[in-house]
């Protein structure tokens, strides 16, 4: 009997343990055994592993965050800690490994199928999405619900107060979670890193002064992208009051974007992964993601998954950047320029 692994590694994101229960339940049911490793590529090394079984994998889905745990362990990136879990795998008789987890995950996951004979898969779990290779990532919608959601509280806040705000959200060097979240927000204003040209400091404060002078009594707000403006989203902030004579307020979401009960789209996705991860075990592969494309589950080589740049969708783009001159133009009564 085969005896597989799991672990989830880097940033946790809903859905994981959804993803977990996948796996579990489908290789018990081809006759196989599942060995978790806690605090991801740290956990092999270490030998942190917990034996999984379908009886444990009930009323996890619906909880955020790992029941493996995770951590960030760069020293994986050492030969000697690759042949290390090599070892541990091999002294538990594991002939293959499935890694959820980002971009860092899955440079782990090559490195190791470089210094281990057994197979290695790759399910794409991270709430940046940023993986080429597959539509979407586990955590993704969910994390962008929830930010939406927060959106949506200070959007009621600054319109009863009629303020601006600057509203950072996460997604590491990649703009999706800044373009859906800006979207599903109504956002009046957009910075995300893939924008070319990015807009100027004078060009958002003048946005902002002639929307306010058109409609002073109304909320303004403009979705950022975390790691972009140097200081971040309270540099921003003040800077813009200096701009624009109007105080404008910082609101840094962090890591409320990261927890919570994943959406039923992420249940739904981890699910689907999960399964398709075992499958393609069984199936003899190895050094492959399994990702989705307009709702088709593909194998990818997994070093395909982070040495290209996985472009924002540009009808997106063009949405938001159409809905915000729109949106001003209402205001301005432009509509007719
Ligand atoms: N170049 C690399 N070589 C080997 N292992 C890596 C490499 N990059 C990242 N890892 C491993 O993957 C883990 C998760 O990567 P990280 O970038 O933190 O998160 P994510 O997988 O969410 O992008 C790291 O902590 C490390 O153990
Ligand atoms: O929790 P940490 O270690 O501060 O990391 C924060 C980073 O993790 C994320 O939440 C998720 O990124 P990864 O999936 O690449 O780990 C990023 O959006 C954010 O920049």
Redesign the pocket.
């Known amino acids: 009997m085969k005896k597989i692994a799991v672990i989830t590694?880097?940033?946790d994101a809903p859905g994981m343990n959804a993803c977990i229960r996948a796996i579990v339940l489908t290789a018990y049911q081809h006759g196989m055994e599942v060995i978790g490793f806690r605090h991801?590529?740290?956990g092999i090394v270490e030998d942190l592993n917990q034996p999984l079984h379908p009886n444990d994998m009930r009323l996890v889905s619906q909880r955020g965050g790992t029941i493996l745990l995770s951590?960030?362990?760069?020293?994986?990136?050492q030969v000697s800690a690759?042949k290390a879990a090599a070892q541990v795998l091999d002294a538990h008789g594991i002939g293959a490994l499935v890694v959820i987890?980002?971009?860092?995950?899955?440079?782990?996951a090559h490195?190791l199928n470089q210094h281990w004979y057994g197979q290695v898969i790759g399910v794409p779990g991270?709430i940046d999405n940023d993986l080429a290779g597959t539509d979407t990532t586990i955590g993704f919608t969910t994390a962008v619900d929830t930010a939406m959601e927060a959106i949506d509280r200070i959007r009621e806040t600054a319109e009863a107060m009629a303020r601006v705000f600057v509203i950072e959200v996460m997604g590491r060097h990649a703009g999706f979670i800044g373009l859906h979240a800006a979207i599903a927000g109504s956002a009046e204003g957009m910075l995300v890193p893939e924008l070319e040209p990015q807009p100027k400091l004078a060009e958002i404060a003048d946005n902002i002064k002639r929307a306010r002078s058109a409609f002073p009594d109304s909320s303004y707000i403009v979705v950022v992208s975390e790691n972009l403006w140097p200081g971040g989203v309270s540099q921003l902030a003040k800077e813009l009051t200096q701009a624009t004579g109007t105080t404008c307020h910082a609101a840094p979401l962090g890591h409320i974007q990261r927890g919570g009960r994943p959406n039923a789209q992420d249940r739904i996705l981890s699910m689907q992964l999960g399964q398709a991860a075992v499958h393609a075990i069984i199936d003899g592969a190895s050094g492959h993601m399994i990702g989705v494309e307009q709702g088709h589950v593909v194998e990818v080589p997994i070093h395909l998954t982070f040495e290209r740049d996985k472009p924002l969708d540009l009808r997106l783009v063009n949405l938001q950047r159409g809905l915000q001159q729109l949106n001003f133009a209402s205001k301005v009564g432009e509509e007719s320029a």
């Open positions: 590694s880097g940033g991801g590529f740290r951590s960030r362990y760069p020293e994986f990136k690759a987890g980002g971009d860092g995950s899955f440079r782990g490195h991270t």
